[in-house]
């Protein structure tokens, strides 16, 4: 066999692929996504700009012009309390998307928490939370809600209450099965030999590789939840009126269904383009954090 | 060029690593009926295992699947408690904690893929362990890790690189300059070229030779690739079941092996210029199971001579030579090994 | 002696075409032929595209690869231009394939001797019984010990070995003229490696079936075929018998190749690396694919691409330079 060739183990220069942040070179193509940034960022300025919209007030009576319909000045009409319909659709909309939000955070924060806990540390740990799931995960999330609503009594506080008690538990399933899978990869236990104390393992490595899912997740959360406050509020279970909220115009306007139909029928369209425009992007982030997953 | 089979200084040089006596089981749980009646099985994944590495030099450590080499590794970084026996290593207290211990042994993992975070860049990586230990002032953070990547044959221009962007040896490369950037003494490689291409494990092969030789650092090669393990180790430790069968200088164990598994392993190797042979040493059948051990000498129901004595008696490893420990109880009666027969003629 | 060879390759080139696109090609414009009874190895390393052609041989390609151009012809019939029916039909008693990880190809809730015997069912025409006898004849063939009793096993409870056994009871249950095999040791240990090469030799052997090995591992390679290809970036780049192609190498590839593999019997030789990065087949240049890593090469390798040629009898290389490089040295 000849000799080896004179050339000796150069130092490598490293040639490696041009950085592509996964997939975002690609972010603008995806329909999902885009629908979804703008019906919820719409909805979002609408809610921030409200009182640049309309000028009425969202919670006035005026009992002079009442049961109005739709008019140059009143776009949708008015209520039977004379409240410009327009107004309290714009004004609902902070509401909603509002209590929407903040209804989807305590739920995310302690299931992601006690999910992460429990895949991460594994034993009684474990077997306590995932038991502690599966008992939750028994009741239909409605029927829970409105129940505890109802023992709760209405309002703001309860409605989070009764939502956290109730969706936590999806958080903590899909963080503990993230968990375990990253758990597994061998970066994990690097860093562990390296010295990292389990906070630090959990924070850096585990953590932001496993949120994405949940956040994902989150998204069609806020859907469920808004649904679920908006029934609340037509059950006359939600926000205390006077103030403007979707389910409780729904509610207000479902006796005038024949003569005023915009009255309950346009805030349950807003309903639905809300939840279209979230789950487009809950679709759309899907695709963005985790684009080898398969659907 | 260097033959790397002869370093005389090895043997003189003081142990950095020592295990005694290691055991690892694993209680095989059999649900809630189980646990009340019946024998509770148990895999023993090690069972009693002695090994002494020492400063500057390469062991490999060699065994199929069920040998326990990974538990064994897995043992010695810390990763997995022991069952039994004790690790000793110098220049570290007994009861150290997580974070000295690290100083002293780190690994380097067989999965390039997986023993990277993909979220983390190479920079951070790297800064994030130098800052941890306090290596470096903070100012030397960077220059610190351009050093430790230049070491490893990488350049600068890699620090704010992701994992993503590079090839299965270049990653291999930055694990292993991970590992180095916390200066430890001993570095536990878990099969580290088993998934790349021929030609690239060359390159890493011959990365972990220089740091030997630059850096004076020990190195436990996991492998079963006994071609990788000629090339580059001092000794070698044959594993077998849970147990160490065999221990040489890598010249002595190749040319004369002493014990019957590690023969028939040698015997296996598909040679690049020989053709293939029958051979005394053929072993029959599947591996065992480490649940379902055979009585007495763990080898005995693939060796083609054991004997009665061999069915009933468990060997230990005993000397058979100048530096060469063996576990068979035939080891002395073994016919002189006759390695490969002549090349043959071309064509 | 101009026999119809079993199987004919002729400039076969497969690509993959991204959505709007161009078009990768994996491998370009290969020809080799396979006698019946030859054993023939191709060796290369990732991106070579050896593991794809012998997909596009068992018409197992994945959902983006495709046929480009060329012909694979199996003793005389182009297997491109023939109906699907008779090409499912040749799976089996004609050609058969086996794979890198047993457990991904076997079915995990179907008993291993039903698996056996589910081809010559199909394609002999056996019944039930007749077929079972078959399998654990052929179990037993390979080497399983207690073969009536394993037949009744699930896949998961065999050890890999077992399961690779299975899987060429399984290729041979029809007596194929044809076998191609997918790296199918390259998972398994050592000792269990040595003994399935022995029996695929043997059972090839017996049965007179022509073997076309793909593998990374030269000594492998040495110990099954008698004649190999090896791939670099989707070409051949030198072909002919294996002793000849380890002791004298004409093309700089395997020559790197051969340097850096550790060599059991030559431990004092130093491991030589091939400098410089695996090839990207997205950006394919005029010139030789090798070109980049040569240490031998000249201003013509970077501009115009080296056709397979022949070198000395029975041996062909893809390279410019091979008469200057290789000269004096012995066949």
């Known amino acids: 066999m000849t000799t080896t060739p004179a050339r000796a183990l150069p130092p490598l220069k490293t040639r490696r692929r041009p950085a592509r942040s996964r997939s975002l070179r690609s972010w603008y193509r995806n329909g999902s996504l885009i629908a979804g940034i703008v019906i919820v960022g719409g909805l979002i300025l609408v809610a921030v700009f409200a009182p ?17 319909g739709p008019s140059a000045a009143h776009w949708l009409g008015t209520d039977r309390f004379g409240r410009d319909v327009f107004t309290r659709l714009v004004y609902g909309t902070r509401v909603d998307l509002r209590i929407g939000f903040m209804a989807v955070l305590i739920p995310f924060v302690v299931g992601s928490v006690l999910g992460g806990l429990a895949g991460y540390f594994g034993g009684w740990l474990d077997t306590l939370v995932m038991r502690l799931v599966d008992i939750f995960f028994a009741f239909p999330f409605y029927v829970m809600v409105i129940a505890l609503v109802f023992i709760l009594g209405s309002g703001e506080t309860s409605i989070y209450l009764a939502i956290a008690a109730v969706s936590w538990v999806s958080y903590a399933k899909i963080v503990r099965g993230e968990v375990l899978v990253a758990k597994q990869q061998d970066y994990v ?30 998204m069609s959360d806020i859907v469920q939840d808004i649904m679920a406050i908006v029934t609340l509020g037509y059950l006359g279970l939600g926000i205390a009126p006077p103030t403007a909220e979707w389910g409780s115009m729904i509610l207000d306007g479902q006796q005038f269904i024949t003569t005023q139909w915009q009255q309950a029928t346009i805030p349950g369209l807003a309903v639905v383009v809300t939840s279209l425009g979230l789950s487009w992007l809950g679709d759309g982030l899907s695709d963005l954090l985790s684009p080898d997953r398969r659907k | 060029m260097t033959d790397v089979t002869a370093q005389p200084e090895v043997t003189a040089q003081p142990v950095v690593l020592r295990v005694a006596n290691i055991s690892k089981e694993y209680r095989l749980g059999q649900g809630l009926f189980g646990r009340v009646g019946g024998a509770k099985k148990s895999l023993k994944a090690l069972d009693g295992v002695d090994l002494e590495l020492r400063r500057g030099e390469v062991l490999a450590l060699v065994g199929e699947s069920g040998s326990g080499k990974s538990t064994l590794a897995k043992i010695l970084v810390g990763a997995v408690n022991q069952t039994g026996g004790e690790i000793q290593e110098s220049g570290l207290a007994q009861g150290a904690d997580r974070k000295q211990r690290s100083r002293h042994v780190q690994m380097v993992f067989q999965d390039p893929y997986s023993s990277l975070n993909p979220r983390i860049n190479v920079g951070s990586m790297l800064a994030g362990l130098l800052r941890l230990h306090r290596l470096v002032p903070r100012g030397e953070v960077r220059a610190e890790s351009i050093r430790l990547l230049n070491r490893v044959g990488l350049q600068e221009d890699v620090l ?16 292993i300059a991970r590992a180095l950037a916390v200066r430890p003494q001993v570095l536990v490689a878990d099969e580290p070229v088993s998934a790349l291409d021929v030609s690239i494990q060359a390159t890493i092969l011959e990365l972990f030779r220089s740091l030997q030789d630059e850096l004076g650092l020990s190195i436990l090669f996991i492998a079963h690739n006994l071609a990788v393990v000629q090339h580059l180790s001092q000794r070698v430790a044959v594993m077998y079941l849970g147990r160490i069968v065999e221990v040489a200088d890598t010249a002595e164990i190749f040319s004369n092996p002493r014990h019957p598994y590690t023969r028939a392993l040698i015997d296996s190797i598909p040679r ?5 042979f029958t051979d005394p040493f053929e072993i029959t059948g599947e591996p065992p199971s480490p649940v379902d051990l055979p009585s007495g000498c763990r080898f005995h129901p693939r060796c083609p001579i054991a004997t009665e004595r061999c069915r009933t008696e468990d060997p230990v490893l005993s000397l058979v030579g100048p530096g060469h420990t063996s576990a068979c109880l035939l080891a002395e009666e073994l016919p002189p090994y006759g390695g490969v027969p002549a090349l043959k003629e071309e064509e | 002696m101009s026999e119809e060879p079993l199987l004919s390759v002729r400039n076969l080139s497969l690509g993959v075409r991204r959505k709007g696109g161009p078009t990768t090609v994996i491998v370009d414009d290969i020809s080799f032929d396979v006698a019946e009874g030859q054993r023939f190895g191709i060796v290369g390393e990732s991106g070579s595209g050896k593991s794809m052609t012998l997909r596009a041989i068992a018409n197992l390609l994945p959902g983006g690869v495709k046929v480009l151009s060329g012909t694979i012809k199996y003793r005389g019939d182009d297997l491109g231009t023939m109906p699907a029916k008779s090409r499912r039909r040749l799976a089996g008693p004609e050609i058969a394939m086996i794979f890198q990880e047993p457990m991904t190809a076997l079915n995990p809730v179907m008993r291993v001797g039903e698996q056996i015997a589910e081809s010559p069912r199909r394609h002999l025409g056996l019944s039930r019984a007749a077929a079972m006898d078959l399998a654990i004849d052929m179990m037993r063939k390979t080497g399983i010990p207690d073969p009536a009793r394993r037949a009744r096993a699930y896949p998961h409870e065999l050890s890999g070995g077992l399961r690779q056994r299975i899987m060429i009871a399984m290729a041979l249950s029809c007596s194929p003229k044809l076998l191609l095999c997918d790296e199918p040791t390259t998972a398994l240990d050592v000792t269990v490696q040595h003994q399935v090469l022995r029996l695929l030799e043997q059972l090839c052997e017996d049965s007179g079936t022509a073997l076309v090995f793909v593998t990374h591992d030269l000594g492998v390679v040495n110990q099954t075929c008698r004649d190999l290809a090896v791939m670099y970036a989707g070409e051949i780049v030198e072909r002919g018998q294996v002793k000849n192609v380890f002791s004298g190498p004409r093309h700089p590839y395997t020559k790197g190749l051969l340097d850096s593999a550790p060599d059991f019997d030559k431990p004092d030789r130093k491991l030589a690396a091939i ?18 890593r040569c240490p031998f090469a000249v201003e013509q390798c970077a501009t115009s691409r080296p056709r397979l040629e022949q070198v000395l009898p029975g041996r062909e290389a893809a390279c410019f330079e091979t008469a200057r490089i290789f000269e004096g040295a012995t066949a």
């Open chain 1, 52 to 68: 640049l919209i309309t000028s009425y007030s969202p919670t006035a009576q005026n009992l002079t012009d009442v049961l109005q």
């Open chain 1, 189 to 218: 236990m690097a860093a562990r030999l390296g010295g990292f104390s389990h906070l630090k393992v959990l924070a850096r490595h585990i953590g932001p590789n496993v949120l994405s899912q949940a956040i994902i997740y989150a």
């Open chain 2, 160 to 175: 704010h690189a992701y994992p993503s962007q590079f090839s299965g040896g270049q990653r291999q490369r930055l694990a």
């Open chain 2, 272 to 276: 690049m210029s020989a053709d293939s």
């Open chain 3, 275 to 292: 400098p410089g990065f695996p090839p990207n087949l997205a950006d394919r240049g005029d010139g030789c694919p090798f070109q980049p």
